[in-house]
């Protein structure tokens, strides 16, 4: 059984070396242990430091391309190196390394894909109370959205079975926490939460420049998922919508009409008529989009059968 731990890094040559040395050396289930990098065009001294500790596994972007492809692209490399259990911890020492045990362990007892740890968000005293709310808000629309039980969906410190890093898809430049977490149920892989240890940070996330962009970007990245494996669900919400509010204009009509005996109001039943058609048409969008959502799959389950020849 092979651990491989990933590291997404850019310009990390502050905190890296620390973050390595706390990575674990022996499990108890696990027969080997190895480190990858992925770095993201680093400017700094990252990929010298990650030589310096010897680490394994080293891969370098051309350019900077984002967390979300760094990520994907690490656990591919990770993949191609036989990994059975892939873990992603961030490069600051932002999560204690002591846990990747206790995250990997419902993935060798088979009781889970895909295992997120879950940060006392209450008891950070770097994030804010109004940077805590959201992070509740944020990790109960994801747990509404993808119908899984997830306490802190934006946590990058999370396990990955082999199974589950082959199936996985990132389509989000931004981050890839919250996609990975949507479209797990619809791949029929399973999540659990556990909780974990943080420790101080040595530097502010760079992923929360701007916490207004920060909810713009992520409630954008929600929506999208959302609209992308929840099609007719989606749809069919807007046009429900539309077409009640048609039926009640018609209700209005027809009310007035014979309070007034027939006469006027027909502005109402022109509108109620464009709202209705309109509510129909896009409940017919999201049929369409829906059947464009399983060809999707489709194409998706040969990625799984073609990545899992490869990888075998």
């Keep these: 059984m092979k651990l491989i731990i990933q590291i997404p890094c850019y310009n990390e040559e502050v905190a890296l070396g620390v973050t390595l040395s706390k990575l674990p050396e022996n499990i108890d289930g696990i027969d080997t242990i190895e480190v990858l990098v992925s770095d993201d065009c680093s400017t700094d001294r990252t990929v010298e430091i990650a030589k310096e500790y010897g680490v394994k596994h080293i891969v370098t972007s051309t350019h900077h391309r984002g967390l979300a492809k760094t990520f994907l692209y690490g656990i591919q490399k990770a993949l191609n190196e036989g990994a059975d259990i892939i873990v992603n911890t961030d490069a600051d020492n932002q999560y204690c390394a002591d846990d990747i045990e206790k995250l990997i362990r419902p993935i060798l007892e ?3 894909d895909i295992v997120i740890g879950s940060r006392p968000i209450k008891d950070i005293k770097s994030f804010s109370p109004f940077k805590k709310f959201l992070q509740f808000l944020g990790s109960k629309i994801v747990r509404l959205i993808s119908s899984t039980a997830t306490d802190d969906a934006p946590s ?7 199974e589950a890093a ?8 931004y981050t890839y926490t919250i996609e990975t977490v949507i479209q797990a149920k619809t791949k029929g892989l399973h999540i659990l939460s556990v909780p974990v240890r943080v420790n101080d940070t040595y530097r502010k996330s760079r992923l929360v420049k701007n916490i207004f962009q920060y909810i713009i970007r992520n409630s954008f990245t929600i929506l999208r998922m959302f609209i992308i494996y929840r099609p007719f669900r989606f749809f069919a919400f807007i046009g429900g919508l539309i077409f009640l509010v048609g039926m009640i204009l018609l209700g209005r009509f027809i009310f007035l009409y014979f309070l007034d005996e027939g006469n006027g109001h027909i502005q109402s039943l022109i509108i109620c008529s464009m709202l209705v058609i309109t509510g129909f ?6 049929v369409l989009a829906d ?4 060809n999707r799959k489709l194409i998706e389950d040969i990625q799984v059968r073609t990545k899992k020849l490869e990888n075998k």
Excluded: M, P, T
């Design 110 to 112: 088979k009781k889970a």
């Design 156 to 162: 990058g410190f999370r396990a990955f079975s082999k």
């Design 166 to 173: 082959i199936a996985i898809n990132v389509f989000d430049n």
């Design 281 to 286: 048409q896009v409940v017919l969008f999201g």
């Design 291 to 294: 059947l464009l959502a399983i």
